[in-house]
């Protein structure tokens, strides 16, 4: 009886890149970020996906082109009931010097996509006080009911099918490529800690869900005793938070609500006009203009002591702060995408804000500490309030 041994080689497994090569790959997309690709048009934040810088389709041909990539395309397309159709692509990059395969990457899109599936109709039917209260889409007609803000006012919206999807046959077999060409530059050049997936289709939904969905519930309805202001001066006797909340996207809201000597309430989200408003209490007359709203209330435009010549009104960009009285400006330095950014912390009466404007730092540190006028235009980012614009400096 014959008895076979048999031994088992042990490899140690070895990395084909070295530590060096794979630094300086990761060197060359951050030089390529910094001298080439441009924030915005090659990559670039999508609202509601995070801070993650993502790749769009021209970033991803920019790196296929400095690493040499050549992609290959495998289609397959599936008819779905309807009319509807769905493809499925397969991305493969080779080297175009060595012809060795480096990366693979797949993409799918489909009209059943919502984008490409619905489309909303104007029933010009506007939406009704109770909606506000509970959001029950009973209430406007259905599920396939929604509310839009259209010239301003929130009306009813349908959504409906599209009667023909072939129209966006072309268009879904491009976002199916597309999405399998980043998929695979991705891969290929293990750049998914720096960039996230190609998301700027994601973009349009997110916008078209945010120009649908209200930011926070209309005014609720006031006694019709209210009259209309246009510009008068009020003594304010105080300011009360009367409704608050979040939204869906989980950011919260307030309504105040400011009371006068003269027997007018004025309502507002805004912040800073709340916070002026507390400032005037029992002190100098404010000049206030309001609007009145649909359900008999006055909505607040626009609020300034009375001695100001013109109230400060809110802007497109974000909302004027007026009297803010500077605190201190500090800064700091921030890395980001491979540059070096410096970042100013302005501390004011109204809160914290920041800028990355070095004219607008300076000019605030010169009336820091000092009770001087000033107007602040801010808006609302990811990280706080960024300021983009002075008013009434007094220089």
Request: hydrophobic share 35%; net charge negative; aromatic share 6%.
């Amino acid at each position: 009886m014959t008895t076979a041994t048999t031994d088992l080689a042990v490899i140690e497994a070895q990395p084909i890149v070295s530590v060096d090569q794979v630094c300086e790959q990761v060197q060359s997309i951050q030089q390529l970020m910094q001298k080439v690709m441009q924030e915005g048009q090659h990559y670039g934040a999508i609202p509601g996906c995070g801070d993650k810088p993502t790749l769009l389709q021209p970033g991803a041909q920019k790196l296929a082109l400095s690493f040499g990539f050549a992609p290959e395309y495998t289609v397959e397309r599936n008819d779905l009931p309807k009319n509807h159709r769905e493809y499925a692509i397969v991305c493969r990059l080779t080297h175009r010097k060595t012809g060795s395969l480096v990366g693979e990457g797949v993409g799918n899109c489909s009209t059943m996509e919502a984008k490409y599936r619905f489309r909303t109709e104007n029933t010009g039917q506007p939406v009704p006080q109770e909606y506000w209260n509970n959001r029950d889409a009973n209430l406007l007609g259905g599920p396939t009911f929604s509310p839009k803000k259209i010239d301003s006012k929130w009306v009813i919206v349908h959504r409906v099918e599209h009667t023909n999807p072939a129209d966006h046959y072309n268009t879904v077999v491009k976002m199916a490529k597309k999405r399998a060409f980043v998929d695979a530059v991705l891969t290929a050049t293990a750049a998914s800690d720096i960039f996230t997936q190609d998301l700027e289709d994601m973009g349009e939904v997110v916008s078209e869900k945010a120009a649908s969905e209200p930011v926070a519930p209309p005014v609720a309805a006031t006694p019709p005793t209210q009259p209309k202001s246009t510009g008068d001066t009020f003594t304010i006797t105080a300011v009360n938070i009367a409704k608050e909340g979040t939204t869906k996207n989980g950011k919260p809201w307030k309504r105040y609500a400011i009371e006068t000597a003269e027997g007018k309430t004025f309502s507002t989200f805004s912040e800073s006009h709340a916070a002026l408003a507390r400032s005037l209490i029992g002190g100098a007359p404010a000049t206030i203009t309001a609007e009145a709203n649909k359900y008999d209330g006055l909505d607040l435009k626009s609020i300034a002591k009375a001695a100001e010549a013109e109230p400060v009104m809110p802007r497109q960009v974000g909302e004027v702060m007026v009297d803010a009285q500077i605190h201190s400006v500090e800064s700091r330095t921030e890395q980001a995408n491979g540059k070096e950014h410096t970042v100013y912390t302005v501390d004011t009466n109204f809160g914290r804000f920041g800028t990355f404007d070095h004219k607008i730092a300076g000019q605030l540190s010169k009336v820091a500490g000092e009770n001087c006028k000033i107007g602040i235009v801010y808006r609302e980012t990811l990280k706080g309030n960024e300021i983009v614009e002075l008013q009434q400096v007094p220089f």
